[in-house]
T-cell receptor, first 113, second 115 residues
Framework: KQEVTQIPAALSVPEGENLVLNCSFTDSAIYNLQWFRQDPGKGLTSLLLIQSSQREQTSGRLNASLDKSSGRSTLYIAASQPGDSATYLCAAQEVTGANNLFFGTGTRLTVIP | NAGVTQTPKFRILKIGQSMTLQCTQDMNHNYMYWYRQDPGMGLKLIYYSVGAGITDKGEVPNGYNVSRSTTEDFPLRLELAAPSQTSVYFC??????????????FGNGTRLTVT
């Protein structure tokens, strides 16, 4: 069964700093890897989706990379802002019938003004 | 542009009571999902549907039932509430197989407490 791990569980950085969030998964047979943002009391918002055949995706200040062979993905946030404070979750989609997403437990990011 | 709408936002149930969590989407998405999120844990799939009239079990289906009579609606039913079902429930939808053009869209969740 797929296991998804995110380290660290929490991270505090000063505004303007670049940062990297890590995600690892145990089964490299994935369809894609997604990064989500979750604000307190809210649902999840999709940030980036990397197909298994891709190496990275970029959106604005966000860049996500995928290395299937090593079971790792990273989310790079450039020039962090207080509005980036949230919990970031990664999820690996399985290739079998349910196409289920296996989620990590998230990294809670705080950007200090 | 409503997206995925879940009701209610909060609910407290007594052990043994039943309730239905409502989920509706206005994006004409074929795929719909129910997840639960326990404190400090990742989301786990309860049930999913690939279209009207078609549902299937996810990782943690015990204690729940679903139906999908229309493309828009995907209600989740708890028949005999138990304390272990205390959680935040999220409904999500997507047009079809996930790709870079069709990520998952989530509702804002229903926070359920069973006492």
């Amino acid at each position: 069964k797929q296991e998804v791990t995110q380290i660290p569980a929490a991270l505090s950085v000063p505004e303007g700093e670049n940062l990297v969030l890590n995600c690892s998964f145990t089964d490299s047979a994935i369809y894609n890897l997604q990064w989500f943002r979750q604000d307190p009391g809210k649902g999840l918002t999709s940030l980036l989706l990397i197909q298994s055949s891709q190496r990275e995706q970029t959106s604005g200040r966000l860049n996500a990379s995928l290395d299937k062979s090593s079971g790792r993905s990273t989310l790079y946030i450039a020039a962090s802002q207080p509005g980036d404070s949230a919990t970031y979750l990664c999820a690996a989609q399985e290739v079998t019938g349910a196409n289920n997403l296996f989620f990590g437990t998230g990294t809670r990011l705080t950007v200090i003004p | 542009n409503a997206g995925v709408t879940q009701t209610p936002k909060f609910r407290i149930l007594k052990i043994g009571q039943s309730m239905t969590l409502q989920c509706t989407q206005d994006m004409n998405h074929n795929y719909m999902y129910w997840y639960r999120q326990d404190p400090g844990m990742g989301l786990k799939l309860i049930y999913y549907s690939v279209g009207a009239g078609i549902t299937d079990k996810g990782e943690v289906p015990n204690g729940y039932n679903v139906s999908r009579s229309t493309t828009e609606d995907f209600p989740l039913r708890l028949e005999l509430a138990a304390p272990s079902q205390t959680s935040v429930y999220f409904c999500a939808s997507s047009p079809g197989t996930l790709n870079y053009n069709s990520p998952l869209h989530f509702g804002n969740g229903t926070r359920l407490t069973v006492t």
